[in-house]
DNA sequence: TGTTTTTCATACCGCTCGATATAGTGATTC
DNA sequence: GAATCACTATATCGAGCGGTATGAAAAACA
C-alpha cells in the first residue's frame, strides 16, 4: 500500500489499510458487482467521497482488494514450489488452499475464483484482469511440474499443463464447494483423495 | 413446460419454450443477477408484462431456466451411474461434462456453479436453491460409489463421500476454467490426467 | 354481432446503483 | 495568526434496476 506521506493539509482520519482490508472482505464475500458501494463503504468506516479521493473508483479498490489479496493470502502459492517433489507442490498448494478456507475469520471461497465466474457487461473487465493474472501463476507451476518431469519425479506420459490445469481444477473446485457449505473435514479428506491418487510414490 | 392451453382470450404470439431456452441461454453468460429485464426480454422476443404473465417474474423464470438446463444439459449425469463400474460412472461424469463444454452454441461454464459461487444479498435464496439441487444430484453419486465400495470396485480405502467431492471438484474446475477461456482441447487432456490417475485398473 | 378474456405495447413506478458538486471543517505551514 | 490544503458530510446526479398500470388489439364465447 502506498502511505504517501504529504505532509500539507488535514491528514487521513482514517488507516487506508484496514479500510482496504475491510473492503477486500466484501469483495470477497459478494464478488465485485454483488459488492455495492453502501456495503463498502459502511464495512470501511468511511464516506464515499473518503472513498474515492483514496482510492478513485470501485475498479481500483477492487484491484488493490485483488492485490491485497494476493500477497496476504496466496502468498503459499509461491513457497509450494520450492518443494522438492511435484507430489510436494501439489500438497502444499492444496493444502495451503484447505488452511486458507479453514480460516474461520475469512470469508469462504476463492476471491480470484468468484471473480472470473459470471458477470454482467460492466464487470468483464475486472473479470479479464482476474483471469490474467490467474494465467501468470498458472504458467510458474507448469514450469515446475516440467521441471519435475525432466527430473524424473514425474511419469513419462503426464502433461505438465495437463497436470497444472488438473490441481487448478481441484483447486478452483475446493473454492466452489467452500463457498457454498461444506465443511473443512469433508474438504480435507477431499484433498486427502486427491493426493493418494497422485502417479508414482 | 406446461403448455396449459387457455383457448380463450387472445393467444400468446410467442413459444413459451423458446423463450425459455433464450432466457437460459442468458442466465448462463450472466449469472442470476448479471442477467437484467432488459438483456432477458430482448433475448427471448417478448416485452416485459409478457415474460410476468408468462413465467411470474425474474426468480420464478430462472427456476423455470434451471429445469430446463437439468434436464436437457445434465441429463448424462444419471445416465452416468449406471457404468459397471465406478471409474466408468467418473468417466461418464467428466467426459458428459467435456462433450457439454464443447458445445459451440451454448455458453461456456455450468450454469449451477456461476449461480452459486457468488451474489449479492437478493440471489441468495437462488444461490440456495442451486445448493440444495445439487446436494440431491451428489447423494446419488455418493450411494453409487458406496455400492462399488461392496463391490470391491474401490480400494477398501476410499471413502465414498470424499470421493464424490473429489470428482465434483474437478467438475467445477473443468467449469470455471471453461468459462475462462481454456480450451476444450486442453480440458481433455486435464480429464484425461486426472482418469489416469484413478484408483485400481 | 357484442361481450368476455387474454395478450401485447407503451410508458411509468419507486428504488438502488456508481459517482460528484458543494460546502464546511480542521490540521499544517508560512 | 492567516493562508493553504485535504478531508468530511450532505445532498444529489443520471442511469439502470425489477416490476406494473393502462389501454389497445385479437381471439373465443354467447
Redesign the pocket.
Known amino acids: 500500500m502506498d502511505t504517501a506521506v ?9 488507516d487506508a489499510d484496514e479500510a482496504l482490508a475491510a473492503a477486500l472482505r466484501v469483495f470477497w464475500t459478494r464478488g465485485y ?1 454483488g ?6 463503504t459502511e464495512a470501511m468506516g ?9 482510492f478513485g ?3 481500483a479498490l477492487f484491484k488493490k482488494a485483488l492485490d491485497l489479496y494476493e500477497t496476504e493470502k496466496l502468498a503459499y502459492m509461491e513457497t509450494a514450489l520450492e518443494a522438492p517433489t511435484a507430489r510436494g507442490v501439489a500438497e502444499r498448494l492444496l493444502r495451503g488452499a484447505l488452511q486458507n478456507q479453514a480460516s474461520t475469520c475469512d470469508p469462504k471461497g476463492c476471491l480470484g475464483v468468484i471473480s472470473s465466474v459470471a458477470c ?1 457487461p460492466e464487470a468483464e473487465a475486472i473479470k479479464a484482469e482476474v483471469v490474467a493474472r490467474r494465467a501468470s501463476s498458472k504458467r510458474a507451476v507448469v514450469d515446475r511440474f516440467a521441471r519435475a518431469k525432466a527430473e524424473g519425479d514425474l511419469p513419462e506420459h503426464i502433461d505438465p499443463e495437463a497436470l497444472t490445469n488438473y490441481v487448478f481444477a481441484l483447486f478452483q473446485g475446493l473454492s466452489v464447494q467452500s463457498g457454498t457449505g461444506t465443511c473443512c473435514e469433508d474438504l480435507g479428506r477431499m484433498v486427502d483423495t486427491a493426493l493418494a491418487m497422485w502417479p508414482g510414490r
Open positions: 504529504a505532509t500539507r493539509g488535514r491528514p487521513r482520519e482514517f458487482e459488492a455495492s458501494l453502501t456495503e463498502l468511511i464516506t464515499r467521497p473518503s472513498l474515492y479521493a483514496c473508483n470501485k475498479e454482467g
